[in-house]
C-alpha cells in the first residue's frame, strides 16, 4: 500500500470521555487573531481526536542505552532528548514532512487561487528545517527486554525503566514534556493529516472575499496554526515498517527562533563532526525514592549480567533510589 494515500480511516470511538493530552505547543501566538474563534474551535476538536491515541501507557517505558550512558544517566539524573531533525540523519522529520507536502499538492487547483497559493506557500512553511521550534524527543519502547534492542547495542546494553505515571513532572525548567505513543499506521496519519490541513483551508477559505492585507494576514494566522499542531505528528509519526518496536516518545517543543530562554536550554554535543543539539529531562527523584520515575534497569544478555546487576543497584542506591528494580535479560547472550 502506497503510504501517502488517503484512507476512511476514522478517530476511535471511545466509551467515556478522554481528557485531552497537553500540547506540545502550549504558548500559541494565533489566539488573538479574527479568525481564533473558529481556530480554538478547529483546535479542540484536533485533541479530541489525537488524545485517545495516546492513552493507556504501559506502567513503564524503556530507554536502550549503553553502559557509559547508563552511568551518566542514573548519576545526574538527567536524560538527553536530541533534536528531532538529527536523530536518524532526519529521515523520520522528512517521512512525515513528505505526507504533509503530499496532502499540500493535491490541494492544489487552478479554479481555487486563494487555497492554491496557500498550499504553495505551506510547502515551504511546514518544512520543520524553517521552524522556529525545535523538537527535542527522547525515545523508548514497551518491551524492555527486546532482541532487536540489544543486537542493536552489541552486548553491551541496558534499558533503563521509566514509570510513565511519573513522567508528567518531567520536563525542561518550567516546561513539562509530553508522552507520546507512536503511530505507525500509513492510513491514520493521512486521515489525520487531511483533517488538520481541511480545519486550517476552511479558514483560509472565507478570506477569499476580503481586502489583500486581511487575507495575507488570515493565511499567516493559519500557518502557524498548522505548524502548532503538525508538531505533534512530526514527533509521533514513524514508517509503517518500524511498528514492532511499539515506540514512544517523550517530546519538548522550545520556541529556538530567537535567543531567549527556549535558546539558553539548548546544549549541544558533538556527533560525526559537528555539534548536536539536545536538551537535559529532569529525572531525578522528588520527595524520596518512591517518587523517582525509574522504575527499574534491565541488564543485556552480557557476559557477567549477575554482577553488573550488582553495582546498577548500588549506583541506584547512591542516589538515592532504593525501590527501583534491577534485573538481567532472560534472552541467552
Not at 503510504?3 to 500559541?28: C, F, G, I, N
Not at 476538536?45 to 551518566?72: M, N, Q, R
Not at 511498528?243 to 522550545?254: C, D, F, M, P, T
Not at 549477575?306 to 525501590?323: H, W, Y
Request: overall charge negative; aromatic content about 8%.
Amino acid at each position: 500500500m502506497d503510504e501517502t494515500q488517503d484512507s476512511e480511516w476514522t478517530a476511535p470511538e471511545t466509551p467515556q470521555a478522554v481528557e485531552p493530552v497537553r500540547p506540545l505547543v502550549e504558548d500559541v501566538r494565533w489566539t488573538s487573531s479574527p479568525v481564533a474563534e473558529q481556530l480554538l474551535v478547529d483546535s479542540q476538536a484536533f485533541y479530541a481526536e489525537w488524545s485517545p491515541l495516546h492513552v493507556d501507557p504501559p506502567y513503564a517505558v524503556y530507554h536502550y542505552t549503553d553502559a557509559a550512558a547508563l552511568k551518566g544517566i542514573l548519576e545526574s539524573g538527567r536524560l538527553w532528548a536530541g533534536d528531532m531533525l538529527y536523530l536518524g540523519g532526519s529521515r523520520e522529520v522528512s517521512y512525515t514532512y513528505g505526507l504533509i507536502r503530499e496532502h499540500l499538492r493535491k490541494r492544489w487547483s487552478a479554479s481555487q487561487p486563494v487555497l492554491s497559493d496557500f498550499c504553495l506557500e505551506a510547502e515551504t512553511a511546514l518544512d520543520p528545517r524553517r521552524w522556529a521550534r525545535s523538537l527535542f524527543v527522547a525515545c523508548f519502547c514497551e518491551d524492555g527486554d527486546a532482541l532487536s534492542q540489544w543486537r542493536a547495542h552489541a552486548g553491551d546494553g541496558y534499558s533503563l525503566g521509566l514509570r510513565t505515571a511519573a513522567l508528567d513532572t518531567v520536563g525542561v525548567r518550567d516546561q513539562r514534556a509530553g508522552l507520546r505513543r507512536v503511530i505507525y499506521a500509513a492510513e491514520q496519519q493521512n486521515a489525520l493529516i487531511q483533517r488538520v490541513l481541511d480545519r486550517a483551508l476552511a479558514v483560509v477559505g472565507t478570506a477569499a472575499a476580503v481586502p489583500e492585507d486581511e487575507r495575507r494576514a488570515i493565511a499567516e494566522v493559519a500557518l502557524e496554526f498548522l505548524v502548532d499542531h503538525l508538531v505533534e505528528f512530526v514527533a509521533s509519526f514513524k514508517r509503517p515498517t518500524f511498528r514492532e518496536e511499539a515506540e514512544w516518545r517523550l517530546a519538548v517543543a522550545l520556541d529556538t527562533g530567537y535567543a531567549g530562554e527556549g535558546t539558553w536550554q539548548v546544549q549541544f554535543r558533538v556527533e560525526t563532526g559537528h555539534p548536536v543539539p539536545y536538551v537535559d529531562l529532569d529525572i531525578s527523584p522528588r520527595g524520596g525514592p518512591v517518587a523517582s520515575p525509574v522504575a527499574e534497569v534491565v541488564c543485556g544478555p552480557i557476559d557477567r549480567g549477575e554482577l553488573a546487576a550488582r553495582s546498577i543497584q548500588l549506583l541506584l542506591k547512591s542516589r538515592g533510589n532504593s525501590s527501583a528494580r534491577v534485573r538481567t535479560s532472560t534472552l541467552a547472550s
